[in-house]
């Protein structure tokens, strides 16, 4: 698909640029993240080019600040336009999140309660059939998918792409019957996060895009992101695409509306504007001219649990999915819809958030921002406790920097990270975790270095003062000429 260029990106480049002045400062501040980072950027560019994804866009919160944000791959492989942090991409059910704070806000106005009955909002929710005796349906069960309501509406607009009007779903929930009673188990519903939509609209008097535009996207600067996207939206959107095949080649999925269902699923975004969205849910709330976008109290009330799995893994927050992953709480949701696939990852005690976007259907952003997690967010924990010891980094040491390869095509890339030498192995398939493919060099004379095994690693130089090749043990690695 050929695409347009808009004269916007400009204006959002001048934008940016003070953010990514404040972030290149940070890591000079911290270089234990500075060299999480670095590692992670390596790592990502080798899952990119083994697995073939088309495009990424990934960012890093932490406490009020974009520490790193990265576009890898392109929007589109046809123009081979490049993916950056301010390339569009569809959210899915991420939009749910919007729904949610929409919610709280309204509650906060007072013009509903979490409590109230959906028909007090929605005199027209009638299910065909309930449990006899189960409790009404209300707003806080649909928030946290405990209402017992079928997954979807009455249509097959998965297999279609064609989705009801608002007055098609209403007249549709009449034909169907819940699955549970309210209360009984966690059952995730988009029909019930449509209907939510609905209950935004009858509060505010708003339809649901001018609410999430006015109340969210305009406060908080979210300039680039839209409920439903205009022409000129979609031109700047990354291409979407289906399933690699197996002759290497994927398919393009077009854009489809998702009308009555859009609170579930339709709003479009990118990194830079959904930084911002992170920002808000990290503490405390940015300040509109109105005053506060969200209460401090209400970002805490929709993180906590409202209900534990019968599992005890894990719980629902108001919109969000809670879970433990390495003695970390994590509050988080993800989203897929035609060929974009997004996570919201806060893990909200480290003052952290991760965004990762894809535009292909068969990559998990889940990869990256639990890896960015894992390597990010623990190095920011060591800098902030204890202040790394001060090495000296040997200026001959920058000679040695590079791509090698062995004959059989291997790769492996020599490195400085915590002041010191390192090697790292490309491996195929690559790694889960990063650090699996990394080895410390420690200096052993000259040129020569010990591996954590005991065993050395020589470079061997050449006349011109150059790397003629690496003696790793007994094997040879010659530099890639790039």
């Not at 699923?265 to 509109?288: K, W, Y």
């Amino acid at each position: 698909m050929l695409r347009a260029r808009s004269p916007v990106l400009l204006t959002l480049l001048l934008l940016v640029l003070p953010a990514i002045a404040r972030a290149a400062d940070f890591l000079e501040e911290h270089r234990q993240v500075r060299d999480a980072v670095s590692l992670l950027d390596l790592w990502i560019q080798e899952q990119m080019a083994y697995q073939q994804i088309p495009g990424l866009a990934i960012g890093i919160v932490h406490d009020q600040e974009v520490i790193w944000s990265k576009g890898y791959g392109v929007e589109d492989l046809e123009s081979q336009d490049p993916v950056t942090p301010a390339t569009l991409f569809r959210l899915g059910s991420v939009t749910k999140l919007f729904t949610a704070t929409a919610i709280l806000q309204l509650r906060d106005q007072g013009k509903l309660r979490l409590d109230d009955p959906v028909t007090r909002h929605l005199p027209g929710f009638e299910l065909r059939s309930t449990f006899e005796g189960a409790p009404e349906i209300t707003l806080r069960h649909l928030l946290t998918h405990t209402a017992g309501l079928p997954r979807e509406a009455a249509f097959p607009y998965w297999t279609t792409h064609e989705f009801p009007s608002t007055e098609e779903l209403i007249a549709a929930v009449r034909t169907q019957s819940a699955i549970y009673p309210p209360d009984k188990t966690y059952k995730y519903s988009n029909l019930g996060m449509a209907l939510l939509g609905e209950v935004v609209v009858a509060a505010s008097g708003q339809s649901y895009a001018e609410y999430i535009q006015q109340h969210i996207f305009e406060p908080l600067g979210m300039n680039q992101s839209v409920v439903i996207p205009a022409d000129e939206d979609r031109q700047r959107m990354a291409t979407a695409y289906m399933r690699r095949q197996a002759d290497g080649s994927r398919r393009e999925m077009e854009y489809y509306e998702t009308n009555a269902m859009a609170p579930a699923a339709n709003i479009v975004s990118s990194v830079d504007d959904m930084t911002r969205f992170a920002t808000l849910h990290l503490s405390a709330a940015p300040e509109s001219g109105d005053g506060e976008v969200v209460k401090p109290s209400t970002l805490h009330e929709m993180q906590r649990s409202h209900w534990v799995y019968s599992s005890w893994t894990g719980g629902r927050g108001l919109g969000f999915g809670i879970s433990r992953r390495n003695e970390k709480t994590l509050v988080s949701h993800g989203g897929w819809i035609g060929g974009n696939r997004t996570h919201f990852l806060l893990a909200p005690d480290e003052n952290l958030a991760i965004i990762a976007m894809v535009n292909a259907d068969d990559a998990s952003p889940y990869l990256f921002s639990y890896q960015a997690l894992d390597l990010v967010g623990d190095a920011i924990t060591e800098s902030t406790a204890v202040a790394p010891a001060e090495r000296r980094v040997d200026p001959a040491w920058q000679g040695y920097l590079g791509v090698y390869t062995d004959p059989w095509g291997w790769e492996y890339q020599v490195m400085i990270l915590d002041d010191g030498l390192a090697l790292y192995s490309h491996n195929y398939p690559p790694e889960d975790d990063a650090t699996e493919g990394l080895t410390r060099l420690e200096p052993a004379g000259g040129n020569t270095f010990k591996m954590s095994d005991g065993e050395l690693v020589v470079f061997e130089m050449n006349d011109a003062g150059g790397v003629e090749r690496i003696r790793r043990r007994y094997e040879y690695l010659y530099p890639v000429a790039r």
